[in-house]
């Protein structure tokens, strides 16, 4: 398992950015896919955004395409989300996971390292 440390959440307006980081312990970083999900108060954890272990290949929850972009620095051991043009239906706990395998999955309950969360907040 790897140990994973979110940064960057904040409150921001509507219409604006925000880049999370999530920083990996460990040096097998590279061998393990990478996601962000949030949950945001009275729902489920959703799936945002993916990266595959290579960073060749990402995915998407519709809400959030051409709006957010998630890459890695496997030379780093970090992870990030960049989210534009925010909405307030983003507001949420934006939690980042990572799995042990070469594929995304977009049911939280495979990935088996999780963060403590950031909280994002957009104001209308």
């Known amino acids: 398992q790897v140990q994973l440390v979110e940064s960057g959440g904040g409150l921001v307006q509507a219409g604006g950015s925000l880049r999370l980081s999530c920083a990996a312990s460990?040096?097998?970083?590279?061998?393990?896919?990478m996601g962000w999900f949030r949950q945001a108060p009275g729902k489920e954890r959703e799936f945002v955004a993916g990266?595959?272990?290579?960073?060749?290949?990402?995915f998407y929850a519709d809400s959030v395409k051409g709006r957010f972009t998630i890459s890695r620095d496997n030379g780093k051991n970090t992870a990030y989300l960049q989210m534009n043009s925010l909405k307030p239906e983003d507001t949420a706990v934006y939690y980042c996971a990572a799995n042990k395998d070469t594929i995304v999955e977009i049911t939280p309950m495979f990935w088996g390292s999780w963060g403590q969360g950031t909280q994002v907040t957009v104001s209308s």
């Open positions: 990266v595959t272990w290579t960073g060749g290949n990402t």
């Open positions: 460990g040096r097998t970083f590279s061998s393990y896919s």
